[in-house]
């Protein structure tokens, strides 16, 4: 069975700072996605990391997937409010999910 | 709105009644994927399916639930006999699955509570 893990699983910092959040399997991926889910809604697609070592950048959102293709990390420069969010990993075959960090951006 | 529809968005049923989910997913795609999450938890698969064939149901318990995506209308999962346990929010997502790594379109999911 594939298994991600979310870390941290909380996360609450002041408008402005940095973050970083980390997902990390013992199986390798073939792909990993990153969402971002808000109260109320369905994930929505953030990324699709393919490539081992690979980075992407989304304005102020930077994704890596690591070079064995076993974990990745989302890193968040000068967040803001509206960055506040359920952040979701999920790897490919299955596209398992992990349990998420949750994100809440204080003013 | 051309994205995934599920409907409805709250549900209450009392035990031992049955639940109908429905999903209609984005126009062109043909596959759809059921998941379940409970509050603070993240998505956890449930089955996989293709029109009219369920490619992966690993995720379902055995009994009470059930899945379809017939060739005409939306895809339904049915919980039948409701339990408290089952009081969740059910997410349906599509994708044309050109490969593996295909993005998955969720809808706004549909929130069982179980009374």
């Known amino acids: 069975t594939q298994l991600l893990e979310q870390s941290p699983q909380f996360l609450s910092i002041q408008e402005g700072e940095n973050l970083t959040v980390y997902c990390n399997s013992s199986s390798v991926f073939s792909s990993l996605q990153w969402y971002r889910q808000e109260p109320g809604e369905g994930p929505v697609l953030l990324v699709t990391?393919?490539?081992?070592?690979e980075v992407k950048k989304l304005k102020r959102l930077t994704f890596q997937f690591g070079d064995a293709r076993k974990d990745s990390s989302l890193h968040i420069t000068a967040a803001q409010t509206g960055d506040t969010g359920l952040y979701l990993c999920?790897?490919?075959?299955?596209?398992?999910f992990g349990q998420g960090t949750r994100l809440t951006i204080n003013p | 709105n051309a994205g995934v529809m599920q409907n409805p968005r709250h549900l209450v049923r009392r035990r031992g009644q049955e639940a109908r989910l429905r999903c209609s997913p984005m126009k062109g795609h043909s596959h759809v994927y059921w998941y379940r999450q409970l509050p603070e938890e993240g998505l956890k698969f449930m089955v996989y399916?293709?029109?009219?064939?369920?490619?992966?149901e690993s995720g379902m318990p055995k009994e009470r639930f059930s899945a379809e995506f017939p060739k005409e209308g939306p895809s339904i999962l049915r919980i039948q006999q409701v339990v408290r346990g089952d009081s969740a929010a059910y997410f349906c997502a599509s994708s044309s699955r050109v490969s593996s790594s295909s993005p998955l379109h969720f809808g706004n999911g549909t929130r069982l509570t179980v009374t």
């Open positions: 990391v393919v490539t081992g070592g």
């Open positions: 999920a790897g490919a075959q299955k596209l398992v």
């Open positions: 399916l293709q029109k009219e064939n369920i490619i992966d």
